[in-house]
């Protein structure tokens, strides 16, 4: 079935660097564009960043640009968040999603259980 | 950046009966194309997100027809039309218009 299944949260201290992982089956991953949406514990959702499908295009929040890079292997159904230089607002649990529908960049249909990520000293 | 606000937050339900929730936009949400990027996301209880509605009212791929979307430029809505009880969670609007997608605060639904 079609899955999309995160790994690489844990907890690290500011400043350091974090790589997270978010692998596709049950689908052709290079037909997509795939997102990683992040939530506080207990709190709402904000993306975090968009690459588009061939990966020759992304794009951040401004909460996160200059520090994550949003990446993509399409022979290993792979997208990769790596974050650097993180703060404890980084906190939360860090979602990637697909691209359901190709009249929207937005239409995430499909969406890991997600991977926690924890900023602290 | 584009502000989302919903309302209510909480929002009690009785099941059978029709629900609703409002998702407004601090600028115009209709693109040029003629449509409008809004989409409705449910958190289910210990779940991850699910997509309800995309492009205002078009339901996403499974979403029983009892959910429906409306609104153009700013002002939207989401209908329940008869709540069931594996409805209850917490209802997102969010923007598709340009990236830097940003969500609403969420309206928490729960029984009554």
């Known amino acids: 079935q079609v899955q999309l299944v995160e790994s690489g949260g844990g907890v690290v201290q500011p400043g350091r660097s974090l790589r997270l992982s978010c692998v596709g089956s049950?689908?052709?991953?290079?037909?997509?564009?795939m997102h990683w949406v992040r939530q506080i514990t207990g709190k709402g959702l904000e993306w975090v960043a968009l690459?588009?499908?061939?990966?020759?295009?992304?794009d951040y929040a401004d909460s996160v640009k200059g520090r994550f890079t949003i990446s993509r292997d399409n022979s290993k159904n792979t997208v990769t968040l790596q974050m650097n230089s993180l703060r404890v607002e980084d906190t939360a649990v860090y979602f990637c999603?697909?691209?359901?529908?190709?009249?929207?960049?937005?239409?995430?249909?499909?969406w890991g259980r997600g991977t926690t990520v924890i900023v602290s000293s | 950046e584009i502000v989302m606000t919903q309302s209510p937050l909480s929002l009690p339900v009785t099941p059978g009966e029709p629900a609703s929730i409002s998702c407004r936009s601090s600028?115009?949400?209709?693109?040029?194309?003629?449509?409008?990027?809004l989409e409705w996301y449910l958190q289910k209880p210990g779940q991850s997100p699910q997509l309800l509605i995309y492009l205002g009212s078009t339901r996403a791929s499974g979403v029983p027809d009892r959910f429906s979307g409306s609104g153009s430029g700013t002002d939207f809505t989401l209908k329940i039309s008869r709540v069931e009880a594996e409805d209850v969670g917490v209802y997102y609007c969010?923007?598709?218009?340009?990236?830097?997608?940003?969500f609403g605060p969420g309206t928490k639904v729960d029984i009554k």
């Open positions: 690459i588009w499908n061939s990966g020759n295009k992304e």
């Open positions: 600028q115009s949400l209709l693109h040029s194309d003629g449509k409008n990027y």
């Open positions: 969010m923007h598709a218009l340009q990236t830097s997608f940003t």
């Open positions: 049950g689908f052709r991953f290079s037909d997509y564009g």
């Open positions: 999603a697909r691209v359901g529908y190709s009249a929207t960049l937005g239409g995430m249909d499909v």
